[in-house]
């Protein structure tokens, strides 16, 4: 079975060498690198070391080397092509078929280069030569220089449909169809795809060409600005970015890798001394470019014009990356100044004005929530539905459970917070003789706020975490609207709780209003038993943890009813699937079991804390046993 360079290339590209080894090995972040102590050979120290830009591990002890394929060889004992068809099933690559065409193929992608090469030599020579003289006149108003027109190999294509298969003519008619050099059309002889335009070579991460862009030299109506090369066995729009070799190497340096719109936005950043920057096809990012970048940099930075196709752009990646993220990766965005990009902005006010904006990144979450945001005015209760079901429909997008949650309650946060502002409230009671409003001095809850909280909430206190939920919302009114979805699913099988959280959130902005003291959740409800030491019911606590633990709380308390229903479900599939309801039984029973150390740590931390030190953790769930019981 013959693998072509070019398909072992692509296989090595798709697969994350550290997420690989780290299946086996506990890796360390190191820099820009991984390590651990080598698992070829025993060490204390760790020299084993893991480069994803380089696509190779290495130890410094027993020199042991090597990428993806050797890891599956060496580690897992496998043959060269058990261990090719493993990370090509992971890649979603299927491997060349066994027969002799295949030879052929690899050896034609190899000849491919070859025309690629001669291709990009010819249009250099043809903009050296008087026929490029307008080529190279365009080149100059754009403040092109020897330097970085030589640099970036800019060429010249004459306006000519048979130019090109003239001067290529030692190379067959098929090949240069092929590598997407001639169009071919039924009846009509082969003519060249690029014609009158200023070319650019495109080229892979080991710096060969492997497809063309074109741009005419006055905007014409009806003309493409922009052509670039269609899809071939060499060129791969959806997976390749433009300038990648150059940016690989710069971005070890900086340690950030720069997104741009075109080829002249990151060459006019090239041209200025920030090198770190590449460009897709064309096209919006891709999940496989996105890939791409996060092996040079976790958090690439997205420099976009500042127009409405820029933040069309900037939106559409976002849309594209949010299911792919994982811890430590995201995407930062960068909005030119309206009309301006790259190449306009550094010929106006320089590189350091660049560099300011670039030094400043906007992070994925605020490009979601200010795009949602300012979508469309909320001047109806329905509007600010939409708003937040856009929200929730990106927060649903991803995957990873830790992000999504952060996400959620990050972006909730914000909603309650711009759609439901906090309003003076004031009563008649609360005015001197004269009319003076009493802002000084501590407020209290308005008498009727306080009796029908009471007659709500009346009975229901049985349950400790409930009751000092409930209590840390009144105590802290301004996360109420923060987690009004948990509060409306609360009551889904408990009338009294739906009919409590329901006020909560009809008088919340009441209750912030008559807050300018902490109110003793005394004055308004019940008191959480007396065992409880939750942060958010204790005076002089920290307000940020307070709030924390309040929303940690919450989740809980909402997934603690559904852990109780699961179980119960799988208790009733005995009958049917014994093995495997007993096993889901028990996987449940130990997050039930998890929640309740949590609780117990929560409500007697330095008892828990104690407990701990003196590996007594039977003593951190006492709390947990009184709860059951209270």
């Given at each position: 079975m013959a693998l072509s360079p070019?398909?072992?290339?692509?296989?090595?590209?798709?697969?994350?060498?550290?997420?690989?080894?780290?299946?086996?090995?506990?890796?360390?972040?190191?820099?820009?690198?991984?390590?651990?102590?080598?698992?070829?050979?025993?060490?204390?120290?760790?020299?084993?070391?893991?480069?994803?830009?380089?696509?190779?591990?290495h130890c410094f002890g027993c020199q042991q080397h090597g990428g993806a394929i050797d890891w599956m060889m060496e580690q897992h004992g496998l043959p060269f092509m058990d261990a090719v068809k493993e990370l090509a099933t992971e890649a979603g690559m299927e491997v060349p078929a066994p027969d002799p065409r295949a030879a052929r193929q690899?050896?034609?992608?190899?000849?491919?280069?070859?025309?690629?090469?001669?291709?990009?030599?010819?249009?250099?020579?043809?903009?050296?030569?008087?026929?490029?003289?307008?080529?190279?006149?365009?080149?100059?108003?754009?403040?092109?220089?020897e330097h970085t027109i030589r640099r970036f190999g800019f060429g010249w294509a004459p306006d000519d449909k048979q130019a090109l298969k003239s001067a290529l003519s030692h190379f067959e008619e098929r090949l240069l169809i092929e590598a997407g050099l001639l169009i071919e059309v039924e009846d009509k002889i082969p003519y060249s795809r690029f014609r009158g335009r200023v070319m650019l070579p495109i080229q892979d991460a080991r710096e060969r060409v492997i497809a063309f862009g074109g741009r005419i030299l006055a905007d014409r109506d009806g003309v493409a600005?922009?052509?670039?090369?269609?899809?071939?066995?060499?060129?791969?729009?959806?997976?390749?970015?433009?300038?990648?070799?150059?940016?690989?190497?710069?971005?070890?340096?900086?340690?950030?890798?720069?997104?741009?719109?075109?080829?002249?936005?990151?060459?006019?950043?090239?041209?200025?001394?920030?090198?770190?920057?590449?460009?897709?096809?064309?096209?919006?990012?891709?999940?496989?470019?996105?890939?791409?970048?996060?092996?040079?940099?976790?958090?690439?930075?997205?420099c976009l014009d500042g127009d409405t196709a820029g933040k069309r752009a900037a939106m559409r990646a976002a849309e594209r990356a949010l299911p792919l993220l994982r811890p430590g990766h995201s995407l930062q965005m960068v909005q030119l100044p309206t009309g301006l990009d790259p190449d306009d902005l550094l010929k106006r006010d320089g590189r350091k004005a660049m560099d300011k904006l670039l030094e400043q990144p906007k992070s994925l979450l605020d490009l979601i929530w200010e795009h949602e945001r300012d979508a469309s005015p909320l001047s109806s209760p329905e509007d600010k539905a939409g708003l937040k079901a856009r929200l929730?429909?990106?927060?649903?997008?991803?995957?990873?459970?830790?992000?999504?949650?952060?996400?959620?309650?990050?972006?909730?946060?914000?909603?309650?917070?711009?759609?439901?502002?906090?309003?003076?409230?004031?009563?008649?009671?609360?005015?001197?003789?004269?009319?003076?409003?009493?802002?000084?001095?501590p407020q209290r809850t308005p008498p009727h706020v306080t009796q029908r909280l009471r007659q709500a909430t009346s009975g229901m206190f049985r349950d400790m975490l409930t009751a000092a939920v409930l209590n840390g919302l009144v105590r802290h009114p301004g996360e109420i609207f923060?987690?009004?979805?948990?509060?409306?699913?609360?009551?889904?099988?408990?009338?009294?709780?739906?009919?409590?959280?329901?006020?909560?959130?009809?008088?919340?902005?009441?209750?912030?209003?008559?807050?300018?003291?902490?109110?003793?959740?005394?004055?308004?409800?019940?008191?959480?038993?007396?065992?409880?030491?939750?942060?958010?019911?204790?005076?002089?606590?920290?307000?940020?943890?307070?709030?924390?633990?309040?929303?940690?709380?919450?989740?809980?308390?909402?997934?603690?009813?559904?852990?109780?229903?699961?179980?119960?479900?799988?208790?009733r599939r005995f009958d049917t699937d014994p093995e495997g309801a007993f096993a889901e039984q028990q996987r449940l029973r130990k997050r039930k079991l998890e929640i309740d150390v949590r609780l117990g740590q929560m409500t007697r931390k330095r008892a828990a804390s104690e407990a701990f030190d003196t590996h007594d953790p039977a003593a951190a769930e006492r709390p947990v046993a009184e709860q059951e019981t209270d």
């Open positions: 070019q398909w072992l290339d692509e296989l090595k590209g798709r697969i994350t060498l550290s997420s690989l080894i780290q299946r086996t090995v506990k890796l360390t972040r190191a820099g820009r690198e991984w390590k651990a102590c080598c698992p070829f050979h025993s060490e204390k120290t760790p020299s084993f070391y893991v480069n994803d830009q380089k696509g190779f591990y690899a050896e034609q992608r190899a000849t491919l280069h070859d025309v690629m090469k001669a291709a990009q030599d010819w249009f250099a020579a043809q903009l050296a030569s008087p026929a490029g003289e307008q080529a190279r006149a365009y080149l100059q108003r754009r403040g092109l220089d600005k922009y052509l670039n090369s269609p899809d071939t066995p060499l060129f791969d729009k959806g997976r390749t970015l433009y300038n990648l070799h150059r940016a690989a190497a710069a971005s070890r340096k900086s340690g950030r890798v720069i997104v741009a719109e075109g080829y002249m936005d990151v060459i006019a950043l090239a041209a200025a001394g920030i090198d770190d920057a590449v460009a897709p096809m064309g096209t919006a990012v891709t999940e496989q470019q996105i890939e791409l970048l996060w092996r040079m940099a976790d958090k690439p930075v997205l929730m429909d990106h927060v649903d997008a991803i995957q990873h459970p830790d992000i999504k949650s952060l996400y959620r309650r990050e972006l909730l946060e914000r909603y309650g917070t711009f759609a439901f502002p906090p309003r003076e409230f004031q009563q008649r009671s609360d005015f001197r003789k004269g009319g003076d409003f009493r802002r000084n001095g923060r987690h009004a979805d948990a509060l409306l699913g609360l009551g889904g099988g408990d009338a009294k709780l739906a009919q409590a959280a329901n006020f909560l959130l009809d008088h919340a902005e009441e209750l912030e209003a008559s807050n300018n003291s902490p109110i003793s959740g005394r004055d308004i409800l019940p008191p959480a038993p007396d065992n409880t030491r939750f942060s958010f019911l204790m005076e002089g606590s920290d307000p940020d943890e307070a709030k924390e633990d309040l929303a940690e709380a919450i989740a809980l308390l909402v997934e603690r009813p559904a852990l109780e229903a699961a179980i119960a479900a799988a208790t």
